[in-house]
Nanobody
Framework: QVQLVESGGGLLQAGGSLRLSCAAS????????MGWYRQAPGKQRELVAT???????KYADSMKDRFTISRDNAKNTVYLQMNSLKPEDTDVYYC?????????????????WGQGTQVTVSS
């Protein structure tokens, strides 16, 4: 099994910055694409940013000028640097990873989610 553990969320004022981290652990053969999503109560989960194993990134249009996704493959960790935060960025942020793992003599591909970390931006 694979676990994703997020950290770095919190409460801050508008205009501030936060860096979220998500560390993957477990029976990992290869971490493929990783990403961050966010979700407000009663709303659908939405893409924030993704990064593939080669470092290519993709952002939601509303966040690409303020947020930066990166990864450290040696640490199996993905980061989200968030700058110039706004009250509308208040959400639970979830880490996602597409993972290849080895089990019982075969390789498998599965999609995993972290438990989420709360980001609250006050005006």
């Amino acid at each position: 099994q694979v676990q994703l553990v997020e950290s770095g969320g919190g409460l801050l004022q508008a205009g501030g910055s936060l860096r979220l981290s998500c560390a993957a652990s477990g029976s990992i053969f290869r971490l493929n694409a990783m990403g961050w999503y966010r979700q407000a109560p009663g709303k659908q989960r939405e893409l924030v940013a993704t990064i593939n194993s080669g470092g290519n990134t993709k952002y939601a249009d509303s966040m690409k000028d303020r947020f930066t996704i990166s990864r450290d493959n040696a640490k199996n960790t993905v980061y989200l640097q968030m700058n110039s935060l706004k009250p509308e960025d208040t959400d639970v942020y979830y880490c996602n990873a597409d993972v290849s793992y080895y089990s019982g003599g075969a390789y498998y591909l599965n999609d995993y989610w972290g438990q989420g970390t709360q980001v609250t931006v006050s005006s």
